[in-house]
């Protein structure tokens, strides 16, 4: 399939490991997103990428997490030192252009669970 | 794979009726809107977007309705099949000159064979 591919798909790791999560978004697109689900609850955002730029990060909840795609493709979300509080499923998201009216297509996530 | 929505506001009809989702938005400003599905284990899907210059929007077997006097929005699933039991959750763009989705609380869907 074309569609956005993230892993691992599951990540245990005990509290103050860091832990690194990637996201391959829909071949071409410009925008990528990341976004964090806790249970019960809609996505949060978090960040927000135009090819390499970082654009968006005020939805990042502290400087433990960090996010990168230097190439403007592939992204990775990196938290360090984690927290049980970290544990959620992160979800990445990519639209095809940066106009505001792009529909945002996302990847099945990362469940993380921490130790 | 774990249930998402575990006390989420529950729909639940039989196979063939039509469906109504609810989702009342935060902000008068907002003026994108998005409805995703998301099965159990896996991320949203994208079903239907619609502008706020626009009233009602229609896709494959369903249809978006926005109301912006009251700021609410509808999604109708004609013909609901078992394949639509899911989490439905409406998305808005608060902040025109940012890109961040903020999504409801979700409504879970149950049909019913």
């Known amino acids: 399939g074309a569609g956005v591919s993230q892993s691992p798909r599951y990540k245990v790791a005990k509290r103050g490991q860091d832990v690194a999560l990637r996201c391959d978004p829909i071949?071409?697109?410009?925008?990528l997103f990341w976004y964090q689900q806790a249970l019960g609850q809609g996505p949060e955002f978090l960040t927000y990428?135009?090819?390499?730029?970082?654009?968006?990060k005020s939805g990042l909840p502290s400087d433990r997490f960090f996010a990168e795609r230097p190439e403007g493709s592939v992204s990775t979300l990196k938290i360090q030192r984690t927290q049980q509080e970290d544990s959620a499923v992160y979800l990445c998201?990519?639209?095809?252009?940066?106009?505001?009216?792009?529909?945002?297509?996302f990847g099945d996530g990362t469940r993380l669970s921490i130790l | 794979g774990e249930s998402v929505g575990l006390h989420l506001p529950t729909l639940s009809v039989q196979e063939g009726d039509n469906s109504i989702i609810n989702c009342a938005y935060s902000n008068s400003a907002s003026d994108y809107f998005i409805w995703y599905k998301q099965e159990s284990g896996k991320g949203p899907q994208f079903i239907i977007d619609?502008?706020?210059?626009?009233d009602k929007r229609q896709g494959q077997r369903v249809t978006v309705l926005l109301n912006k006097t009251v700021k609410h929005l509808s999604l109708q699933i004609a013909a609901t099949q078992p394949g639509d039991s899911a989490v439905y959750f409406c998305?808005?763009?608060?902040?025109?000159?940012?890109?961040?989705?903020?999504f409801g609380s979700g409504t879970r869907l149950q049909v019913q064979p």
């Open positions: 990428f135009q090819n390499e730029a970082q654009l968006d």
């Open positions: 619609i502008r706020s210059n626009m």
């Open positions: 071949s071409g697109h410009v925008s």
């Open positions: 998305a808005e763009n608060i902040d025109t000159g940012r890109r961040a989705l903020t």
């Open positions: 998201a990519s639209s095809l252009g940066g106009g505001h009216y792009q529909p945002q297509h």
